[in-house]
């Protein structure tokens, strides 16, 4: 895979694009907002597969990154895209999401040092998913939790939620809470039954489902 | 000059008549202060010039608060007569004769009854005047050999119609005039009435030293808090990952199985470091601040809130970042209390800048009550405001709605 890589700072930028080449993928880095533009709008002979993009980027260090990644995705719809930042906000979330495209991650940078959350983010993303980092989703948890719009859950049911949320398929959650994986199917078809969302067998309809449903 | 607020007319016809008789009040006071004044060579003037400069002070106060009432901006009061306990008439009569605010009170109180009294006098008058002749004339020259209405002669049929509709005419511009009078003997009142320039100026100084102290305080105050927050934080953290990082490298030829473990604690550990200086971060200055300004980063607070938040916009381009932080912060807080404590379900934030001035306003649909002295929060940010010359007000009658409203003057780029 052709990965565009947006970071100013050198030894970030330096260790992810050695953890993505040792994942066999060609890198273009980049280090900052114009040239992220340039590399993914260009069109040229070789184009890029995904991006991995730094919310804050020179010259302005403010949401640059961010900014560029609604721009390339407003112009190539479902564009893979990986947003990292040094934080995550409900706001940057929502706009990422709000094309209600696939294709789209935002984790927290602090991810990246789990090599294989950061690699299988990007997969999911390239693969037209959506990964949504785990403090987003748990601000949306208590948030809903707090309203009362989750209240019929059990638990466990819960917690199948908040991972499903983050965009991982029944077999990632069902290795994570250490679960069979038909008993994860279960629970996902309770959760969608009490929560009153048209359940879908297709993984990323149901990611945005539940995350439209969490957002409301 | 601020801007006045016309009175219906026939409102203003009554406040006219009221100010003209505050207008002789205030002469007679203006002339009983100058009795005094006279009589203070003989002695008899001293005690008679504290109570008399007291009466005047009274008329003057009383017409200040007329005047703020009316155009809604409050005037700039002197400082009150000085007293001191036990001190002789001759003490108390030289602390009123240097008294800034007496000489100005002085000034007004002969100027007031000619100046603006006659101008808040005009209007009744001319009613008065056209109102009495419209009865009155028809019947008059029948019986007066030589009746006159204004300055014509009255003594035949068609100049009694003239009279009645001058009359009437009379009247009506004595009517018309009112609203105009109340205006413009306000806006005279707010230059002779306001503070003088050395005290306003004198106040502004002990403001302007009082709110720097504590700007220094709250920002040396706020510099001891991350300083502990980074030791006992982040910064404790790393040494001891360094120091499990140490035990780990010693374990991996004996044990390999224990140094495995320890260097999964060091990944925890160091995510737990990241999360701690993000949260210091935050609490300096949210990033979605820095990076949108104050309108997303409400926003982006409202999203987080469990309270159905609605914002409404009016900002253009950005505000000084100080300015930014310390009302994201009020916002916050705000929104914080509203959760907490209203028991409200809806929360309507507005955020305005016009004519140099933001204005922001929290009001929820709670059960207000809410104390008036403020939670420790609200009150560190009406300190951290002040520095900016901004104010935070809190309205919260028992059975709600509870608004908390933050103004600063500030330019925005």
């Given at each position: 895979?052709?990965?565009?890589?947006a970071?100013?700072?050198?030894?970030?930028?330096?260790?992810l694009?050695?953890?993505?080449?040792?994942?066999?993928?060609?890198?273009?880095?980049?280090?900052?907002?114009?040239?992220?533009?340039?590399?993914?709008?260009?069109?040229?002979?070789?184009?890029?597969?995904?991006?991995?993009?730094?919310?804050?980027?020179?010259?302005?260090?403010?949401?640059?990154?961010?900014?560029?990644?609604?721009?390339?995705?407003?112009?190539?719809?479902?564009?893979?895209?990986?947003?990292?930042?040094?934080?995550?906000?409900?706001l940057?979330?929502?706009?990422?999401?709000?094309?209600?495209?696939?294709?789209?991650?935002y984790?927290?940078k602090?991810?990246?040092?789990?090599?294989?959350?950061?690699l299988?983010?990007?997969?999911?993303?390239?693969?037209?998913?959506?990964?949504?980092?785990?403090?987003?989703?748990?601000k949306?948890?208590?948030?809903n939790?707090?309203r009362?719009?989750i209240g019929?859950?059990?638990?466990?049911?819960?917690?199948?939620?908040?991972?499903?949320?983050?965009?991982?398929?029944?077999?990632?959650?069902?290795?994570?809470?250490?679960?069979?994986?038909?008993?994860?199917?279960?629970?996902?078809?309770?959760?969608?039954?009490?929560?009153?969302?048209?359940?879908?067998?297709e993984?990323?309809?149901?990611?945005?489902?539940?995350?439209?449903y969490?957002?409301? | 000059?601020?801007?006045?607020?016309?009175?219906?007319?026939?409102?203003?016809?009554?406040d006219?008549?009221?100010?003209?008789?505050?207008?002789?009040?205030?002469?007679?006071?203006?002339?009983?202060?100058?009795?005094?004044?006279?009589?203070?060579?003989?002695?008899?003037?001293?005690?008679?010039?504290?109570?008399?400069?007291?009466?005047?002070?009274?008329?003057?106060?009383?017409?200040?608060?007329?005047?703020?009432?009316?155009?809604?901006?409050p005037?700039?009061?002197?400082?009150?007569?000085?007293?001191?306990?036990?001190?002789?008439?001759?003490r108390?009569?030289?602390?009123?004769?240097?008294?800034?605010?007496?000489?100005?009170?002085?000034?007004?109180?002969?100027?007031?009854?000619?100046?603006?009294?006659?101008?808040?006098?005009?209007?009744?008058?001319?009613?008065?005047?056209?109102?009495?002749?419209?009865?009155?004339?028809?019947?008059?020259?029948?019986?007066?050999?030589?009746?006159s209405?204004a300055?014509?002669?009255?003594?035949?049929?068609?100049?009694?119609?003239?009279?009645?509709?001058?009359?009437?005419?009379?009247?009506?511009?004595?009517?018309l005039?009112?609203?105009?009078?109340?205006?413009?003997?306000d806006?005279?009142?707010?230059?002779?009435?306001?503070?003088?320039?050395?005290t306003?100026?004198?106040?502004?100084?002990?403001?302007l030293?009082?709110?720097?102290?504590?700007?220094?305080?709250?920002?040396?105050?706020?510099?001891?808090?991350?300083?502990?927050?980074?030791?006992?934080?982040?910064?404790?953290?790393?040494?001891?990952?360094?120091?499990?990082?140490?035990?780990?490298t010693?374990?991996?030829?004996?044990?390999?199985?224990?140094?495995?473990?320890?260097?999964?604690?060091?990944?925890r550990?160091?995510?737990?470091?990241?999360?701690?200086?993000?949260?210091?971060?935050?609490?300096?200055?949210?990033p979605?601040?820095?990076?949108?300004?104050?309108?997303?980063?409400?926003?982006?607070?409202?999203?987080?809130?469990?309270?159905?938040?609605?914002?409404?916009?009016?900002?253009?381009?950005?505000?000084?970042?100080?300015?930014?932080?310390?009302?994201?912060?009020?916002?916050?807080?705000?929104?914080?209390?509203?959760?907490?404590?209203?028991g409200?379900?809806?929360?309507?934030?507005?955020?305005?800048?016009?004519?140099?001035?933001?204005?922001?306003?929290?009001t929820?649909?709670?059960?207000?009550?809410?104390?008036?002295?403020?939670?420790?929060?609200?009150?560190?940010?009406?300190?951290?405001?002040?520095?900016?010359?901004g104010?935070?007000?809190?309205?919260?009658?028992?059975?709600?709605?509870?608004?908390v409203?933050?103004?600063?003057?500030?330019?925005?780029?």
């Amino acid at each position: 895979m052709r990965v565009v890589l947006a970071e100013d700072l050198f030894l970030l930028r330096d260790g992810l694009a050695r953890t993505l080449r040792d994942e066999g993928h060609e890198v273009v880095e980049v280090d900052n907002g114009p040239a992220l533009l340039r590399a993914l709008l260009a069109g040229g002979a070789e184009e890029a597969d995904a991006a991995v993009v730094d919310v804050r980027l020179p010259p302005t260090f403010s949401d640059e990154g961010l900014q560029a990644a609604l721009d390339v995705r407003c112009r190539r719809p479902g564009f893979p895209v990986l947003v990292l930042s040094q934080y995550v906000d409900s706001l940057y979330a929502g706009e990422l999401l709000a094309g209600g495209e696939g294709g789209v991650g935002y984790l927290l940078k602090d991810r990246v040092t789990n090599t294989e959350q950061f690699l299988g983010g990007l997969r999911t993303v390239a693969a037209g998913g959506t990964v949504m980092d785990p403090q987003v989703i748990a601000k949306m948890l208590a948030r809903n939790e707090a309203r009362g719009t989750i209240g019929g859950l059990t638990p466990r049911e819960r917690d199948v939620l908040g991972l499903m949320a983050e965009g991982r398929s029944n077999a990632a959650v069902a290795a994570t809470l250490h679960v069979s994986e038909s008993a994860v199917a279960k629970h996902t078809a309770n959760i969608f039954d009490k929560l009153g969302i048209a359940p879908s067998s297709e993984d990323n309809r149901r990611v945005l489902a539940v995350l439209a449903y969490l957002r409301r | 000059m601020p801007a006045v607020r016309r009175a219906r007319p026939a409102a203003a016809l009554v406040d006219c008549t009221v100010t003209s008789l505050h207008a002789a009040a205030a002469g007679f006071a203006g002339v009983a202060v100058t009795f005094a004044l006279l009589l203070l060579p003989l002695g008899v003037g001293l005690p008679l010039l504290s109570r008399a400069a007291r009466f005047l002070r009274a008329r003057s106060d009383a017409a200040r608060s007329r005047t703020a009432r009316r155009s809604g901006t409050p005037l700039t009061e002197p400082d009150p007569l000085p007293v001191e306990e036990g001190a002789g008439t001759r003490r108390r009569a030289h602390l009123i004769l240097t008294d800034q605010g007496f000489w100005r009170d002085l000034e007004w109180a002969w100027l007031e009854p000619w100046a603006g009294g006659l101008l808040v006098g005009l209007p009744p008058a001319l009613v008065v005047y056209g109102a009495s002749g419209v009865p009155l004339q028809p019947l008059l020259w029948w019986f007066i050999d030589r009746d006159s209405y204004a300055f014509f002669p009255v003594h035949s049929t068609t100049m009694m119609w003239v009279s009645m509709a001058f009359g009437l005419a009379v009247t009506a511009a004595g009517v018309l005039a009112a609203p105009v009078a109340v205006s413009l003997h306000d806006r005279w009142s707010r230059v002779l009435l306001v503070a003088p320039r050395n005290t306003r100026l004198e106040r502004r100084v002990v403001r302007l030293s009082d709110t720097r102290a504590q700007a220094l305080d709250t920002q040396a105050a706020e510099l001891r808090r991350i300083e502990r927050d980074l030791h006992d934080g982040a910064q404790a953290r790393l040494v001891a990952l360094g120091m499990t990082l140490d035990r780990a490298t010693r374990l991996l030829d004996s044990d390999p199985e224990r140094a495995r473990e320890l260097l999964a604690d060091v990944g925890r550990s160091s995510q737990q470091a990241l999360a701690d200086l993000r949260d210091l971060v935050h609490g300096i200055h949210p990033p979605v601040l820095a990076d949108r300004g104050l309108g997303d980063a409400v926003r982006s607070l409202a999203m987080d809130s469990f309270l159905d938040v609605h914002v409404e916009v009016g900002l253009r381009g950005r505000l000084p970042s100080p300015v930014e932080a310390a009302v994201y912060f009020g916002v916050s807080e705000a929104l914080a209390n509203a959760a907490k404590h209203s028991g409200a379900c809806e929360v309507r934030i507005t955020l305005r800048h016009e004519a140099e001035l933001l204005r922001v306003t929290v009001t929820d649909d709670g059960r207000g009550g809410a104390d008036p002295a403020l939670g420790t929060g609200l009150s560190g940010v009406r300190r951290r405001l002040d520095g900016f010359d901004g104010t935070l007000a809190v309205t919260s009658p028992p059975g709600g709605p509870t608004s908390v409203v933050l103004e600063v003057p500030c330019a925005s780029s």
